[in-house]
């Protein structure tokens, strides 16, 4: 009798699903890691957290701490200590909350902004270098497929 786990499986290795998602996860592996040499070429050496941070400011401008931990999925002392790095490179203010002295919120400086658009327009031209080397055929295929992941993800995460 197969263990719980590799019954699990079966379905997903008989229809090449599992095989699929190996692929995928390669090719975001990569992904990643154009992105984190990209990133390496800005002005500004940013870790991965460090850049995490931002673009979760950016999205989220005046957050406090607990809201940037929240979406970091990080401590508060490890956060505490993140944005202290960043305003120490320009990057970041805290202010007080007009509602509430004692919460402090959390904005990018207009440098931490330069820098995030500078690291966007490192990855854009690392990834548009790479895609050119693809046949066009396949760049379709890649397009097409994409799309259909982002359809078929939409749908799972809707799912109770």
């Known amino acids: 009798m197969a263990a719980h786990g590799e019954a699990d499986q079966e379905p997903a290795r008989a229809d090449g ?17 154009l992105w984190t040499l ?14 995490r941070a931002l673009h979760a400011l950016e999205a989220a401008p005046g957050a406090n701490l607990t809201l940037l931990a929240d979406r970091l999925d990080a401590g508060l002392p490890t956060v505490s ?4 790095r960043l305003e120490a490179a320009g ?4 202010d007080a909350a007009p509602h509430n ?8 400086t207009a440098h931490g902004r330069d820098v995030l658009a500078e690291v966007a327009a490192l990855r854009s031209r690392t990834l ?18 994409l799309r259909a992941f982002a359809t078929a993800h939409r749908t799972v995460r809707r799912s109770p």
Request: net charge negative; with cysteine.
């Open 91 to 94: 990057l970041l203010l805290r």
């Open 101 to 108: 002295r004692r919460e402090i919120r959390l904005s990018l």
């Open 81 to 84: 200590r993140l944005c202290d």
């Open 128 to 145: 548009t270098e790479v895609v050119r080397a693809m046949e066009p055929d396949d760049r379709a295929a890649l397009e097409r497929g």
């Open 17 to 33: 699903t599992h095989t699929a998602a190996g692929r995928i996860a390669d090719a975001v592996d990569g992904l990643a890691d």
């Open 38 to 51: 990209a990133a390496a070429e800005a002005s500004v050496r940013l870790s991965p957290h460090q850049l």
